[in-house]
């Protein structure tokens, strides 16, 4: 049986706090900035964290050693 891999894209794009959470960087924030207030762009470019179950379920079992930790 082979060993299972972790998908790398997923470590790249996720991080996993001391307490077990997972933390991802907010979505749509590529180009077009100029109109945005500077709150705004404040608060896209913030890490947010992820919250549905569904999907730390399936990001568990993508991560397969470091998504052990994950609450």
């Known amino acids: 049986m082979p060993k299972m ?6 470590l790249k794009r996720i ?3 001391k307490n077990g959470k997972l933390v991802k960087k907010s979505v749509n924030i590529g ?3 100029r109109k945005w207030s500077a709150s ?8 947010s964290e ?3 179950r569904g999907h730390i379920k399936i990001m568990r079992s993508l991560l ?3 998504g052990k930790g994950i609450k």
């Open 5 to 10: 891999k972790s998908k790398k894209t997923l």
């Open 40 to 47: 705004r762009k404040h608060r896209k470019t913030q890490l």
């Open 64 to 66: 397969v050693k470091k």
């Open 50 to 52: 992820v919250l549905n």
């Open 31 to 33: 180009h077009l900035k």
């Open 15 to 17: 991080r996993v706090t």
